[in-house]
Structure formats: structure tokens, C-alpha cells
């Protein structure tokens, strides 16, 4: 690369750099000590929500029972975006209920867990 400016970064081995060109010419490039180009990795971006799957992997459990735990009321509320297909559980809400149930002993029901939410509203409304 012409004109390159060579600059440390911290997250790099011993001996390699970044070449960055100057403003206005773009481009970005990691090469090592030996000359060879390393590509930085994407950043990561934590999804929100989680299907079916997403949630039975998570909770360790198989889609056919998460869909009997859901229909008793055993699970926190999905959210749903039109047709079945769009049934989404919030990641968060999931991650509370299970530390809430893990405190009182025991799995807590779709009830209880609401009844939870809506008395930490009302003290936070308070606020």
C-alpha cells in the first residue's frame, strides 16, 4: 500500500501493526510481523429476542416440551408478531425469570412471574 501510515494496536501480537491509509484513500489492513494479512473479526451484536429453538436450546429443554410448558403457563409470555411463526420470547425477560425462579426454588408459573413484573412496575413508577 502506498503512502501507508503504520500505527500499534494494542490487541495485535509483538511485531505486528495496522496500516491504515491516510484520510481520504479508505482502506484498512492487519498484517503481521511475516507480512501476512489478518482479517478483524465483525463485530457481534447480542439478538434481543429468540424464537422456539432459540429458547429450548437455552433452557436445555426439546421444542415439543417448551410447547407444553408454554400452553400450561410454565414460561414467560412470547411476544407475537402476527402468525404463529412470529412467537419471539425477549432474551432479558427470560434471563430474569429463570434468576427468580433459581431464588424461590423452584420454576415459576407464566402468573407468578407476571404478578412479579407487575409489582417491580408499580415500585419503579413510584420512584
Known amino acids: 500500500m502506498r503512502n501507508a501510515l ?7 501480537s ?11 484513500q479508505g482502506g484498512r489492513s492487519r498484517k503481521g510481523a511475516n507480512g501476512v494479512e489478518h482479517v478483524a473479526p465483525r463485530a457481534t451484536v ?6 422456539r429453538n ?3 436450546v437455552m433452557l436445555d429443554i426439546s421444542v415439543s416440551t417448551l ?13 407475537k408478531f402476527g402468525r404463529s ?7 432479558s425477560t427470560v434471563r430474569a425469570w ?23 412496575a408499580q415500585s419503579t413508577a413510584k420512584s
Open 98 to 120: 429463570l434468576s427468580a425462579s433459581e431464588q424461590a426454588g423452584r420454576l415459576l408459573t407464566r402468573a407468578e412471574w407476571e404478578t412479579i413484573q407487575a409489582g417491580t
Open 54 to 56: 432459540g429458547l429450548a
Open 46 to 51: 447480542e439478538p434481543e429476542l429468540t424464537d
Open 6 to 12: 503504520s500505527i500499534p494496536i494494542g490487541s495485535l
Open 14 to 24: 509483538d511485531g505486528e501493526t495496522a496500516e491504515t491509509s491516510p484520510a481520504g
Open 67 to 79: 410447547d407444553r410448558l408454554s400452553a400450561s403457563g410454565k414460561v414467560p409470555r412470547p411476544i
Open 85 to 91: 411463526s412470529g412467537i419471539r420470547w425477549r432474551i
